[in-house]
């Protein structure tokens, strides 16, 4: 499902590019989840922009500056899709500062709407599998390839990333649930999951991971329940690996 977030002031042309967005992914047969703000500093205060595939931003809007926002959240890290929403397209070079995706100009057309997200469903099917998680009050979008394991921690699991350790309030079944079914995920013990594709070593003990990035090293304990399932799903990985 892809998660876009819309900041507008104007309610009808609130109201109007919800609808076609509805419109559009109605037509595609897919799920959309939509939420909205009517302040950037509403929007910047919920802090839960990175989970959003696309951004749609109003340049005026009220006494903040669509332009503003788009730089806070390209410093921030965020790496979606970021549209302007405008009345003239004469910033449409600033928008190269914060890789602007595109522009929309008012008053909206479905036409104008469904062409430019279509374009955005086609970049974000290339993009890697991924998945979003709390930490503290802030929520951040993790790429699958960039996860080395997840750990349980009583009522926290922590994710070791390529970029950094996360602690998110969690069950281990629910992660195991996130990661389940998705290219080189195992768990390796009680409250372990790892990322095969890291895998430099399978001992008797432990798998032994490395940060490609870093080249920090991270042993993992290899529990007796799991011990044989491990070595089996270690070996078909290698060989799916050899044969791609």
Request: with cysteine; aromatic share 12%; hydrophobic share 35%.
């Amino acid at each position: 499902m892809m998660n876009i977030i819309i900041v507008e002031d104007c309610e009808k042309d609130l109201t109007t590019l919800i609808t076609y967005i509805n419109k559009f992914f109605h037509t595609e047969n897919q799920d959309c989840g939509i939420s909205h703000f009517s302040s950037t500093d509403d929007f910047l205060d919920a802090g839960d922009f990175s989970v959003a595939d696309a951004i749609f931003l109003d340049i005026f809007i009220g006494d903040g500056n669509g332009l503003d926002v788009a730089r806070i959240l390209r410093k921030n890290g965020y790496q979606g899709v970021i549209v302007f929403c405008t009345v003239t397209s004469q910033y449409a070079l600033e928008g190269y500062d914060v890789k602007a995706f595109g522009y929309i100009i008012k008053p909206y057309t479905y036409e104008r709407i469904a062409e430019l997200l279509s374009d955005i469903v086609n970049k974000t099917e290339k993009e890697p599998p991924s998945i979003c998680i709390k930490e503290n009050r802030c929520w951040y979008k993790l790429s699958l390839p960039q996860i080395l394991y997840a750990e349980n921690h009583a009522n926290y699991i922590s994710i070791c990333t390529e970029e950094r350790i996360y602690s998110t309030r969690m069950t281990f079944r629910e992660i195991e649930a996130l990661l389940e079914g998705h290219r080189g995920f195992i768990r390796c013990n009680r409250g372990t999951i790892v990322n095969l594709s890291y895998a430099a070593k399978v001992d008797s003990r432990n798998i032994t991971l490395r940060s490609l990035n870093s080249g920090n090293i991270y042993y993992m304990p290899i529990s007796r329940r799991y011990m044989a399932q491990v070595n089996e799903q270690y070996v078909n990985f290698i060989f799916k690996e050899l044969e791609n």
